[in-house]
């Protein structure tokens, strides 16, 4: 003989099903906990209309259902937080090039490196601030020379590039695995300004352009 069960006591035990589950249930997988002749239907029916207007609300998602933050107090659950960017290795190697070279010019990274240099390894370094356009090469066609920022020196804690980590540091980090061009030396603190074969940029100088992209970079054999 099928008991009749308080409307309110279905109500509770549907509420103390979805409290629990780990994931939204569906009215079989309710039947299945629930004693024989519960009235689901009328269980959720008065569940949603106990809850509406509250801090959360019994909701149908994919024809299972769930408690879930009200819509309109969502904006309580969200938090904005800054994700450093992590470099690639590409990135890595043509930063430490310029932060030991600098200053130097596409061409002579390239050459380091021994693969051309993509759009968008520079353009990231750039675009994060850790190295700046500082000049113009005085040679045929005036190359662009990069170098490392004051945003470079706080990121990695360096009081100044003299403060930079040796050459075989560098290398047991993995991040100078290729053959170094003669006289490749930290550089003076004083590196920054402009040297003797170098221009400073005019003020309507824009980032060079490169042709290709930075995540089809291939790596070096």
């Known amino acids: 003989m099928t008991v009749e069960l308080e409307p309110l006591f279905v109500e509770r035990c549907i ?3 979805l ?3 780990a994931e939204p249930l569906s009215d ?3 039947a299945k906990r629930l004693p024989e002749g519960a009235d689901i ?3 959720i029916a008065g569940l949603r209309a106990r809850y509406e207007g509250r801090g959360i609300e019994l909701v149908e998602v994919a024809g ?3 408690f879930q933050t009200a819509t309109d107090l969502a904006f309580l659950m969200t938090e904005e937080r800054e994700e450093p960017r992590r470099l690639s290795k590409a990135a890595q190697e043509t930063l430490a090039i310029v932060a030991y070279h600098q200053p130097v010019t596409r061409a002579e990274i390239e050459a380091v490196r021994g693969v051309q240099a993509s759009r968008g390894t520079l353009d990231v370094l750039l675009e994060l601030g850790l190295i700046r356009m500082r000049g113009r090469r ?3 066609g005036r190359p662009v020379t990069f170098g490392t920022t004051d945003a470079f020196l706080e990121h990695y804690g ?3 590039l003299a403060d930079l980590p040796g050459i075989a540091e560098m290398k047991a980090a993995g991040l100078l695995e290729m053959n170094l061009p003669p006289g490749f030396n930290v550089p003076d603190p004083l590196g920054l300004r402009a040297g003797e074969d170098e221009d400073p940029l ?5 980032a060079p352009e490169f042709a290709q992209d930075f995540l089809g970079e291939p790596e070096k054999a």
């Open 158 to 160: 360096l009081a100044s």
């Open 202 to 206: 005019d003020l309507d100088d824009e």
């Open 64 to 66: 299972r259902w769930r």
């Open 28 to 30: 079989v997988d309710l």
């Open 41 to 43: 239907a009328a269980g």
């Open 15 to 17: 509420e103390a099903l």
């Open 138 to 140: 005085r040679t045929p």
């Open 19 to 21: 409290f629990a589950a």
